[in-house]
């Protein structure tokens, strides 16, 4: 067969139906807004989020019996309590607990000299000189890096706080009038849409539950288990507590690695502080206690709908669409993945393929 044949049998299985032309035309359009205008439109993509989180609570106010928009007003007042402490109260002590623990690098970096050297001393069969010299010449590396890069952040955020303010002032308006007019929006974008669009529908449905419960249960358990560990490791007596609950509570959007990855800073900080003891060991039982109950007890309960992919897959979603997006990319990894693949499921097929479908189903 030709390649012009070829073309013509895959147009006509996979994009013979008008409605799947629109739809691929939409989202090449979406992501093509979502990486060029990624940038410029950030405070309203990222009060769409915020408004789709809240979304949930107005829901429930209003089946208790709340009108709309007292409920409205009661849920905008409790997001925008929360970012004012944000703002006031966490952040200012996340910041200077970083600026502590930069200063502080450098006794750490000694301090990890003088273990190693004792390692070396005591097993000198395991531990040869050479490989002391390059850990501490990559150690040293990668704190003169961190101290750059804090120095350079530092210095970016004077120059960027006015964007700052506006950005704070400008998402929680957003966020309002999107909760307020829901579904004036909703009606606005439906009308821009195709009047056939059953295979849309069919994807929002499927997509619609999964979607909410993973970015709602996702938003909790970061809040949860952050929470937890700053109180932790506040409980230990451990320096540096809000930063490290902070990172042990952002670690969960990556998936299996997301933990590994936190262990680091917290057995470095713990390790620095009491020494190889009795209370190091203490503090990484309970940090090991916190990441099993969060796999197996508050997971199960957040996500009620569990997401069917394969660990494979999950891992190269939050590659590729953190790569894109950076924090965003990662935060919605899964949702897009399963997304992809719901699309993927009800594409509208040639006749034979859609014949063997129905029987498997």
């Given at each position: 067969?030709?390649?012009?044949?070829?073309?013509?049998?895959?147009?006509?299985?996979?994009?013979?139906?008008?409605?799947?032309?629109?739809?691929?035309?939409?989202?090449?359009?979406?992501?093509?807004?979502?990486?060029?205008?990624?940038?410029?439109?950030?405070?309203?993509?990222?009060?769409?989020?915020?408004?789709?989180?809240?979304?949930?609570?107005?829901?429930?106010?209003?089946?208790?019996?709340?009108?709309?928009?007292?409920?409205?007003?009661?849920?905008?007042?409790?997001?925008?309590?929360?970012?004012?402490?944000?703002?006031?109260?966490?952040?200012?002590?996340?910041?200077?607990?970083?600026?502590?623990?930069?200063?502080?690098?450098?006794?750490?970096?000694?301090?990890?000299q003088r273990w190693l050297g004792e390692m070396q001393a005591r097993y000198p069969t395991i531990v040869t000189p050479d490989q002391v010299q390059g850990w501490i010449a990559t150690a040293g590396h990668q704190a003169s890096q961190l101290g750059q890069r804090a120095l350079t952040f530092s210095l970016a955020s004077l120059g960027n706080l006015m964007a700052v303010i506006i950005y704070l002032v400008l998402v929680p308006i957003l966020v309002f009038f999107m909760l307020k007019d829901r579904e004036?929006?909703?009606?606005?974008?439906?009308?821009?849409?195709?009047?056939?669009?059953?295979?849309?529908?069919?994807?929002?449905q499927e997509m619609d539950d999964q979607i909410a419960n993973y970015v709602r249960g996702k938003t909790i358990e970061i809040i949860i288990v952050g929470s937890v560990a700053f109180i932790v490791f506040w409980a230990f007596g451990l320096p540096y507590s809000a930063l490290l609950g902070l990172t042990v509570g952002l670690s969960v959007l990556v998936p299996y690695i997301g933990a590994a990855l936190a262990t680091l800073p917290v057995a470095a900080v713990a390790g620095f502080h009491f020494g190889v003891g009795d209370q190091f060991f203490y503090v990484l039982v309970a940090y090991a206690v916190l990441q099993a109950l969060d796999g197996n007890v508050l997971v199960p309960i957040l996500f009620s709908e569990a997401v069917n992919l394969h660990p494979v897959s999950i891992i190269l979603a939050v590659l590729f669409f953190g790569g894109l997006w950076g924090f965003w990319g990662v935060f919605f990894a899964i949702p897009l993945a399963t997304l992809i693949k719901a699309l993927v499921q009800a594409w509208p097929r040639g006749e034979s393929d859609q014949a063997v479908i129905t029987e498997e189903s």
């Open positions: 067969m030709s390649l012009k044949g070829i073309l013509r049998n895959w147009f006509e299985r996979y994009l013979s139906d008008e409605e799947a032309i629109v739809l691929l035309a939409l989202l090449i359009g979406g992501f093509a807004i979502v990486i060029w205008l990624g940038g410029a439109l950030a405070p309203f993509f990222t009060a769409l989020v915020v408004a789709f989180l809240l979304q949930g609570v107005v829901a429930w106010l209003e089946r208790r019996g709340l009108p709309r928009l007292l409920a409205v007003g009661l849920v905008f007042l409790l997001f925008v309590g929360a970012l004012l402490a944000l703002a006031l109260i966490v952040m200012p002590l996340v910041w200077n607990q970083l600026v502590e623990l930069v200063r502080e690098a450098p006794n750490m970096f000694a301090s990890s004036r929006l909703v009606d606005f974008m439906l009308s821009m849409l195709p009047g056939k669009r059953t295979l849309m529908t069919r994807i929002w």
